[in-house]
Nanobody
Framework: VQLQASGGGLVQPGGSLRLSCAAS????????RAWYRQAPGKQRELVAS???????NYADSVKGRFTISRDNAKNTVYLQMNSLKAEDTAVYYC?????WGRGTLVTVSS
């Protein structure tokens, strides 16, 4: 099973991005699906997670700005990021159990 993350890029403060994480096969039974991020010089941290029943969990720093969702038919998890801040700059990784995607870079800068 492989996870392919996409959607990163350069955005101005206050802007939005949507990340996608597509699985190469049906991994509906793996819970939770999650997004992590790692900023330069910092440890990887959990950003958001979602279970198959739709229960979500967010880091305090992104609550109210980020939304995680999943499309089980497409084996894909999304992370909608709004009101982005410079401190959101990081490489974002998608995760399912012990499976990790390669990461996609998000840079928030004017």
């Amino acid at each position: 099973v492989q996870l392919q993350a996409s959607g990163g890029g350069l955005v101005q403060p206050g802007g939005s991005l949507r990340l996608s994480c597509a699985a190469s096969t049906n991994i509906f039974s793996i819970n939770p699906r999650a997004w992590y991020r790692q900023a330069p010089g910092k440890q990887r941290e959990l950003v958001a997670s979602i279970r198959s029943g739709g229960i979500t969990n967010y880091a305090d720093s992104v609550k109210g700005r980020f939304t995680i969702s999943r499309d089980n038919a497409k084996n894909t998890v999304y992370l909608q990021m709004n009101s982005l801040k410079a401190e959101d700059t990081a490489v974002y990784y998608c995760n399912a159990g012990n499976i990790w995607g390669r990461g996609t870079l998000v840079t928030v800068s004017s």
